[in-house]
């Protein structure tokens, strides 16, 4: 009886050190998904290198050209300053000149083989009929029907905050007959949402850094949204712009920042 009564008793013990094991094991668990869930997803946003279109000063939005040699140049320093930051996920349009940009970041960054997610939401703003047209004809254009002569005082409109970029795509409207230019707060609409989407995707996954490569305008179209101390000025190729996903919110570090680039010529 004795001996019947030993074993009941080691086998209830036996079960409770199973399911305090478990219980230990679970609460192990949660608090490393806990620390996951408290980090930081810091973008590297950055502008594609200088494109054929371009050096020929024609407008390029949903149109697409090739990286010209300084263009791909630019790209590769930007990812030679970038060696210390390991990346944990790539994003670019789905514009080559954009793909091109990032596979050359990764080439000397050292994450060449980092998978590239495209996107159609990161593209630059469309221009309707003036895609592949002079700067000088679409600028040119928006600037009359804002009482400027020519597309150098409309810029210096805007330089000045007389203008907002805003205001210059509102009256695009008016001269596109094609239906398919883009208004400002279409352009930030899906820029936000795109970058909402890969933040919260990543934070899901723990956190980490990211590299996302869009265009100019399209650039400036999401800081607006995130930050008063954008004002509309031009992004530099392969500039970057610094952007924390913290605690469900987006707070912009840097713009235009163009520290790595520099960082990566001087390592030649």
Same mark, same amino acid.
């Given at each position: 009886m004795k001996k019947k009564m030993g074993k009941v008793w080691i086998a209830?013990?036996?079960v409770l050190l199973i399911l305090s094991g478990c219980g230990s094991g679970q609460a192990a668990k949660d608090t490393i998904a806990s620390k996951k869930a408290d980090k930081d997803v810091v973008i590297?946003?950055?502008?594609?290198?200088k494109t054929m279109l371009n050096q020929e000063k024609r407008v390029q939005g949903f149109a697409d050209s090739p990286l010209v040699d300084s263009g791909t140049e630019v790209a590769k320093q930007l990812g030679k300053g970038l060696k210390e930051t390991h990346f944990d996920a790539v994003y670019s349009s789905d514009s080559g000149r954009a793909r091109e940009?990032?596979?050359a970041v990764l080439g000397t960054q050292g994450q060449k083989n980092?998978?590239?997610n495209e996107s159609k939401k990161l593209r630059e703003v469309c221009f309707g009929k003036y895609e592949g047209d002079l700067d000088a004809n679409m600028w040119g254009d928006i600037a009359k029907q804002l009482g400027y002569p020519d597309q150098p005082a409309l810029m210096? +409109?805007?330089s000045e905050q007389k203008i907002t970029i805003e205001q210059c795509l509102e009256k695009l409207q008016n001269l596109d007959d094609t239906g398919m230019a883009e208004?400002?707060?279409?352009v930030q609409t899906r820029m936000q949402q795109e970058l909402t989407?890969? +933040?919260k995707k990543q934070a899901d996954k723990g956190g980490g850094n990211v590299l996302l490569v869009s265009h100019g305008m399209a650039i400036g179209a999401l800081v607006s949204t995130l930050t008063d101390d954008y004002h509309g000025a031009p992004f530099e190729n392969a500039s970057v712009t610094k952007i924390r996903y913290k605690d469900g919110k987006f707070h912009v570090e840097s713009i235009n920042d163009m520290s790595y680039v520099e960082k990566g010529e001087s390592e030649k």
């Open positions: 209830c013990v036996s590297y946003v950055t502008r594609h290198g940009t990032a596979e980092l998978k590239l210096k +409109a805007v208004t400002y707060p279409v989407k890969i +933040a």
